[in-house]
């Protein structure tokens, strides 16, 4: 399999830290998103979305969107299994995913992002603003799911699941940002232990530590 990948993306980091805990190999193909590459011609044919992460399956298959491509893998590769077949286990755990694929990440997307600055014109102070208040939104809602349905170590028990690999990189998203988090203890509880797993490591060790967003 092949990766189309950005060090700094949340949504690639998801999928790097999916296929770490399934044990697969794959080759890592970089997309610079600081240089436009994610709009290029080529990268175009890919994933007409225009971003990462797209996986190239070992048949060839192009797929984007991370919770697509999770459930592509899960099914395929179902040990661990990160996406539960109990009902309502498995909503819980969609539940979290969504909140950040679907409400958190989309409203902090680079794209969006630099519409805010370059096309409407807001200072750098109403851009972080922006980040902010819906990062704390979401997060805190992240928050009092994990402590109502959740137990640790990670977001739903003793195993991880794909919640765990949606938080961990907002997370660590939200901190480059220079957000307090210090509210959300359960979050940060199931973020500090992911961390300090092999594969949730594997799938960080490729950041830059001078980026910035
Ligand atoms: N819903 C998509 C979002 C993918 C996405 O937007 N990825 C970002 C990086 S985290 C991207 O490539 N953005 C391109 C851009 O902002 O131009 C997914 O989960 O894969």
């Known amino acids: 399999m092949q990766l189309y990948s950005f060090c700094h993306s949340s949504t690639s ?16 193909l970089p ?5 436009g590459e994610q709009r290029s011609a080529e990268h175009l044919q890919r994933n007409p979305g225009g971003s990462v992460p797209v996986l190239v399956t070992e048949d060839g298959q192009q797929l984007s969107q991370s919770l697509a491509i999770i459930d592509y893998l899960d099914r395929l590769y179902p040990k661990p299994q990160l996406i539960p077949t109990e009902p309502l286990a498995r909503a819980r755990v969609l539940e979290v995913a ?3 694929g679907a409400d958190i990440h989309p409203l902090n997307n680079p794209r969006v992002l630099a519409y805010l600055s370059n096309t409407l014109q807001i200072s750098t102070a109403q851009r972080q603003a922006w980040y902010e208040h819906w990062v704390l939104m979401g997060l805190g809602a992240v928050e009092q ?6 137990s640790g170590p990670y977001c739903f028990g003793e195993q991880p699941s794909l919640a765990d690999c949606c938080v961990l990189p907002q997370v660590i ?4 940002n220079k957000v ?3 509210p959300f203890k359960r979050v940060l509880a199931v973020t500090q232990y992911c961390s300090e797993q092999p594969a949730f490591a594997r799938s ?3 950041f830059q530590p001078d980026y910035v967003e």
């Open 145 to 150: 799911l994990l402590t109502r349905h959740g």
């Open 98 to 100: 969504n909140l950040i």
């Open 180 to 182: 307090d988090l210090t």
């Open 13 to 28: 980091q998801r999928v790097r830290i999916a296929l770490a805990l399934k044990g697969l190999d794959y080759d890592y």
């Open 173 to 176: 998203n939200a901190q480059r």
């Open 31 to 35: 997309v610079n998103l600081r240089a």
């Open 204 to 206: 960080a060790a490729i």
